[in-house]
């Protein structure tokens, strides 16, 4: 019998191998991300506020793509994703940071970075509970860490969560979650231009700052408030502080020294709306009883923000009249072109064919017309740093998904009737896009920060106030001490001293009470400058310093 | 190809006469304005897709009917009594006809799918409910169609054609949903809420329905040219 050979046939092997190219799963192509999540401060998180997502990226390829943080709301029947773009070069490896707004406790916090083409290269996931959730949140940094009182003045538990310096947010706004920053070692080679930024700009706007330990004052010029003597006081006539020997304190001028039993063993300082504390004690060694930690830790205020208002459901006719009439016209202009003639037909066709294309565009951009956010907020400066919040309320006039463009912001939070949410973040602008059934209401809260260059002044000088580099000549108001004055231009100024008590209702001071729980408590102690601001829907506020 | 004769001219008188583009401006104005009700916001679950998709139907059978029975003259449009005396035979006549009511209850429907699909797209909706909407429109106007051209060459009387012509689509459309709830009724299949085969039933009712019109018209004229 002869032997049979078989011809080779490389084509079935070619054609083996394209099939494994078509069948094999697309993700074996793509760039694989690695990831790392840690949510809030320490594993310890706060919940109906901003927390902070820190995220590890690495990729050992070139990866451009986006970086989704994705949380869960409302018993896991809303998902709000946070998008920012991602880039990375080849073995890099960068760290994001996200404030994002946690009000699910049992559901994790997923973390994914998707290519262009929206492939999932990398996914993580952050998992919370409710025995990591605490009322009242105290960040520390040092080796030996305080105790504070157990009990959060609203109720609750109130944990000290140990951070490093690796830890402190890039973005002022997830500090929210936190009440009270107590410092004993604070290195200012590991903290970043940005993070050093936030923490400076938190307190200017209401944070607290405890410095019990060696801090370097070029580092934070700002925590200066008392110098140390160096002679040690006995302990033994203080009740609260506990201590072998207490370092007494001299305050610097301008500051508050806190007594205990005659001895000075804390100064208090304020720094723009926030407080600065440096005690003479290691924090360890203050007792949860001890009213020093009365003086630090914030009293809990209540929900901020404007009334919610009853927006109407608007049909953007005009749009879409515009649209379909041009639709409807073109259509008459083809049938008279066509007259009834095949050949004629076979050119008006393809006309009509692409204008029908266009048609789902056309409703989208008809359904934008139709959602325009009822924004209300305002900016409060301090010290030439910017805090602005803004809020957008919508409803959904037609089923269907959204698009709303918000200023650039640092954190963003989305509430409301909607199943699903994505918020992109973009250096000029932020894109929420969220699916709405008909009807459906929306309420979304975003903050913002900026550096005013020059920064404006507000000054009160001789029973008037000064305004400098507003950037505004007119139209602007002060209210200080229960009073209210319009403000004049004089010179390179703006003087308010025409003053006249304050009325019952005045929309600048509702739009300050919105942004600012405590505004009542500001305009009494501070002169705030307050300017009409389109740009945020409301208010701009200059906050000066306290005569 | 005598057929196609007949369907072309009609046609053209239809679409290139100067009353035909005022009818056909006529027409777009009224669909443009059917489609602006539907940007009206949905409140409490109530869409106006509903009346627009109803309206639409309206609008579309209304003017395929009326052209079809002659009720809008075109200038140069043979009727079926002018093709009685023509060579062409009763069912190239019928057939011709059939295929003037198809191309222009076509054209009409492809004039409103857009603006319906621009409707539900505004909804989130796709463009297959849209064109399967549209679908119901294209046979009912055709269905409609195919008995106007009968009732127009059978009934000599010009009122009594009207009112029964007109007598007959109202009781259809407006009276049977009076009488119980069929969901193969035009006005129910068209709703975007129809289910699929009540779509299928409504257009299969209403092609054969056109289908008779014609088969009847086919019958007159071969009955009118059997000498008395």
């Given at each position: 019998?002869?032997?049979?050979?078989?011809?080779?046939?490389?084509?079935?092997?070619?054609?083996?191998?394209?099939?494994?190219?078509?069948?094999?799963?697309?993700?074996?192509?793509?760039?694989?991300?690695?990831?790392?999540?840690?949510?809030?401060?320490?594993?310890?998180?706060?919940?109906?506020?901003?927390?902070?997502?820190?995220?590890?990226?690495?990729?050992?390829?070139?990866?451009?793509?986006?970086?989704?943080?994705?949380?869960?709301?409302?018993?896991?029947t809303?998902?709000?994703?946070?998008?920012?773009?991602?880039?990375?070069?080849a073995?890099?490896?960068?760290?994001?940071?996200?404030?994002?707004?946690?009000?699910?406790?049992?559901?994790?916090?997923?973390?994914?970075?998707?290519?262009?083409?929206?492939?999932?290269?990398?996914?993580?996931?952050?998992?919370?509970?409710p025995?990591?959730?605490?009322?009242?949140?105290?960040?520390?940094?040092?080796?030996?860490?305080?105790?504070?009182?157990?009990?959060?003045?609203?109720?609750?538990?109130?944990?000290?969560?140990?951070?490093?310096?690796?830890?402190?947010?890039?973005?002022?706004?997830a500090y929210?979650?936190?009440?009270?920053?107590?410092?004993?070692?604070?290195?200012?080679?590991?903290?970043?231009?940005?993070?050093?930024?936030?923490?400076?700009?938190?307190?200017?706007?209401?944070?607290?700052?405890?410095?019990?330990?060696p801090?370097?004052?070029?580092?934070?010029?700002?925590?200066?408030?008392?110098r140390?003597?160096?002679?040690?006081?006995?302990?033994?006539?203080?009740?609260?502080?506990?201590?072998?020997?207490v370092?007494?304190?001299?305050?610097?001028?301008?500051?508050?020294?806190?007594?205990e039993?005659?001895?000075?063993?804390?100064?208090?300082?304020?720094?723009?709306?926030g407080?600065?504390?440096?005690?003479?004690?290691?924090?360890?060694?203050?007792?949860?009883?001890?009213?020093?930690?009365?003086?630090?830790?914030?009293?809990?205020?209540?929900?901020q923000?404007?009334?919610?208002?009853?927006?109407?459901?608007?049909?953007?006719?005009g749009?879409?009249?515009?649209?379909?009439?041009?639709?409807?016209?073109?259509?008459?202009l083809?049938?008279?072109?066509?007259?009834?003639?095949l050949?004629?037909?076979?050119?008006?066709?393809?006309?009509?064919?692409?204008a029908?294309?266009?048609?789902p565009?056309?409703?989208?951009?008809?359904?934008?017309?139709?959602?325009?956010?009822?924004?209300?907020?305002?900016?409060?400066v301090?010290?030439?740093?910017?805090?602005?919040?803004?809020?957008?309320?919508?409803?959904?006039?037609?089923?269907?998904?959204?698009?709303?463009?918000?200023?650039?912001?640092?954190?963003?939070?989305?509430?409301?009737?909607?199943?699903?949410?994505?918020?992109?973040?973009?250096?000029?602008?932020?894109?929420?896009r969220v699916?709405?059934?008909?009807?459906?209401?929306?309420?979304?809260?975003?903050?913002?920060?900026?550096?005013?260059?020059?920064?404006?002044?507000?000054?009160?000088?001789?029973?008037?106030?000064?305004?400098?580099?507003?950037?505004?000549?007119?139209?602007?108001?002060?209210?200080f001490?229960?009073?209210?004055?319009?403000?004049?231009?004089?010179?390179?100024?703006?003087?308010?001293?025409?003053?006249?008590?304050?009325?019952?209702?005045?929309?600048?001071?509702?739009?300050?009470?919105?942004?600012?729980?405590?505004?009542?408590?500001?305009?009494?102690?501070?002169?705030?400058?307050?300017?009409?601001?389109?740009?945020?829907?409301?208010?701009?506020?200059?906050?000066?310093?306290?005569? | 190809?005598?057929?196609?004769?007949?369907?072309?001219?009609?046609l053209?008188?239809?679409?290139?006469?100067?009353k035909?583009?005022?009818?056909?401006?006529?027409?777009?104005?009224?669909?443009?304005?059917?489609?602006?009700?539907?940007?009206?916001?949905?409140?409490?679950?109530e869409?106006?897709?509903?009346?627009?998709?109803?309206?639409?139907?309206?609008?579309v059978?209304?003017?395929?009917?009326a052209?079809?029975a002659?009720?809008?003259?075109?200038?140069?449009?043979?009727a079926?009594?002018?093709?009685?005396?023509?060579?062409?035979s009763?069912?190239?006549?019928?057939?011709?006809?059939?295929?003037?009511?198809?191309?222009?209850?076509?054209?009409?429907?492809?004039?409103?799918?857009?603006?319906?699909?621009?409707?539900?797209?505004?909804?989130?909706?796709?463009?297959?409910?849209?064109?399967?909407?549209?679908?119901?429109?294209?046979?009912?106007?055709?269905?409609?169609?195919?008995?106007?051209?009968?009732?127009?060459?059978?009934?000599?009387?010009?009122?009594?054609?009207?009112?029964?012509?007109?007598?007959?689509?109202?009781?259809?459309?407006?009276?049977?949903?009076?009488?119980?709830?069929?969901?193969?009724?035009?006005?129910?299949?068209?709703?975007?809420?129809?289910?699929?085969?009540?779509?299928?039933?409504?257009?299969?009712?209403?092609?054969?329905?056109?289908?008779?019109?014609?088969?009847?018209?086919?019958?007159?004229?071969?009955?009118?040219?059997?000498?008395?």
């Amino acid at each position: 019998m002869p032997e049979v050979r078989r011809k080779p046939r490389p084509g079935l092997a070619w054609g083996f191998a394209a099939a494994l190219v078509v069948l094999s799963p697309s993700s074996a192509w793509a760039v694989q991300v690695g990831l790392q999540a840690r949510v809030g401060w320490d594993g310890w998180v706060k919940y109906g506020t901003w927390n902070p997502v820190v995220v590890d990226v690495s990729a050992a390829e070139e990866f451009q793509g986006w970086l989704e943080v994705e949380v869960t709301q409302e018993f896991g029947t809303q998902r709000v994703q946070l998008r920012a773009p991602l880039q990375l070069p080849a073995g890099g490896r960068r760290r994001w940071q996200f404030a994002a707004w946690l009000s699910d406790a049992r559901r994790p916090v997923r973390v994914r970075a998707v290519d262009p083409a929206g492939r999932v290269v990398g996914e993580t996931e952050v998992g919370l509970s409710p025995e990591r959730a605490a009322a009242s949140l105290v960040g520390y940094l040092g080796d030996e860490p305080p105790v504070p009182p157990r009990q959060a003045e609203g109720g609750g538990s109130r944990v000290v969560a140990r951070l490093s310096e690796e830890d402190l947010p890039h973005r002022p706004s997830a500090y929210a979650s936190l009440d009270l920053l107590v410092l004993e070692r604070l290195d200012p080679t590991r903290v970043n231009a940005d993070q050093r930024d936030a923490l400076e700009t938190w307190v200017l706007h209401g944070g607290r700052v405890v410095a019990s330990g060696p801090l370097d004052p070029e580092a934070f010029p700002w925590m200066r408030i008392g110098r140390e003597a160096t002679a040690a006081v006995p302990a033994t006539d203080l009740v609260s502080v506990r201590a072998d020997a207490v370092q007494r304190l001299v305050p610097e001028p301008g500051r508050r020294p806190v007594l205990e039993r005659g001895r000075i063993v804390a100064v208090v300082g304020a720094h723009g709306l926030g407080q600065v504390a440096r005690w003479a004690v290691p924090a360890a060694r203050v007792p949860p009883t001890s009213p020093l930690w009365l003086l630090v830790l914030p009293r809990p205020q209540p929900q901020q923000g404007p009334p919610e208002p009853q927006p109407r459901a608007k049909a953007p006719l005009g749009t879409a009249a515009a649209w379909l009439g041009a639709y409807a016209l073109l259509w008459f202009l083809a049938t008279s072109f066509a007259d009834g003639r095949l050949s004629r037909w076979l050119v008006a066709a393809p006309v009509l064919l692409v204008a029908a294309a266009g048609i789902p565009a056309v409703a989208d951009q008809v359904r934008q017309a139709a959602t325009v956010l009822d924004v209300r907020g305002g900016r409060v400066v301090v010290d030439g740093r910017g805090w602005a919040r803004g809020w957008g309320f919508a409803v959904a006039p037609y089923r269907g998904p959204y698009t709303y463009t918000l200023p650039a912001a640092s954190a963003v939070w989305v509430s409301g009737q909607f199943e699903e949410a994505t918020v992109t973040f973009q250096p000029d602008r932020t894109v929420l896009r969220v699916w709405q059934e008909a009807g459906a209401r929306l309420r979304v809260s975003w903050e913002r920060m900026e550096r005013l260059d020059p920064a404006p002044t507000v000054r009160w000088e001789q029973e008037a106030v000064l305004v400098r580099d507003a950037g505004v000549r007119a139209e602007g108001l002060v209210v200080f001490r229960g009073r209210v004055s319009n403000l004049e231009p004089a010179g390179a100024e703006l003087v308010g001293r025409r003053w006249a008590a304050l009325p019952a209702s005045l929309e600048a001071v509702e739009a300050l009470r919105w942004v600012r729980a405590d505004a009542d408590t500001i305009m009494e102690v501070r002169p705030v400058a307050a300017f009409p601001d389109p740009s945020s829907g409301g208010w701009r506020f200059i906050v000066g310093p306290a005569p | 190809m005598n057929a196609v004769a007949i369907a072309r001219g009609d046609l053209r008188a239809r679409l290139g006469t100067r009353k035909g583009r005022v009818v056909q401006l006529a027409f777009a104005g009224a669909v443009w304005l059917v489609a602006l009700l539907g940007v009206a916001p949905d409140r409490e679950g109530e869409s106006p897709l509903a009346p627009v998709s109803v309206g639409l139907l309206v609008v579309v059978a209304y003017l395929v009917t009326a052209s079809a029975a002659g009720e809008i003259a075109f200038p140069g449009e043979k009727a079926v009594a002018d093709l009685v005396d023509s060579p062409f035979s009763a069912w190239q006549v019928a057939l011709g006809k059939g295929l003037s009511t198809a191309g222009f209850a076509l054209l009409c429907t492809a004039a409103c799918w857009p603006l319906l699909w621009f409707v539900h797209a505004l909804r989130g909706g796709s463009w297959e409910g849209a064109a399967s909407q549209a679908a119901v429109l294209l046979a009912v106007s055709w269905g409609f169609g195919g008995v106007a051209t009968w009732i127009a060459a059978a009934v000599d009387s010009e009122v009594s054609r009207s009112v029964l012509l007109w007598g007959l689509v109202v009781v259809v459309l407006a009276g049977a949903p009076l009488v119980g709830s069929w969901a193969w009724h035009p006005a129910h299949a068209v709703l975007p809420s129809a289910d699929g085969w009540a779509r299928a039933v409504c257009a299969a009712s209403f092609g054969l329905l056109g289908v008779v019109g014609l088969w009847l018209v086919q019958r007159h004229v071969a009955r009118s040219r059997q000498p008395r």
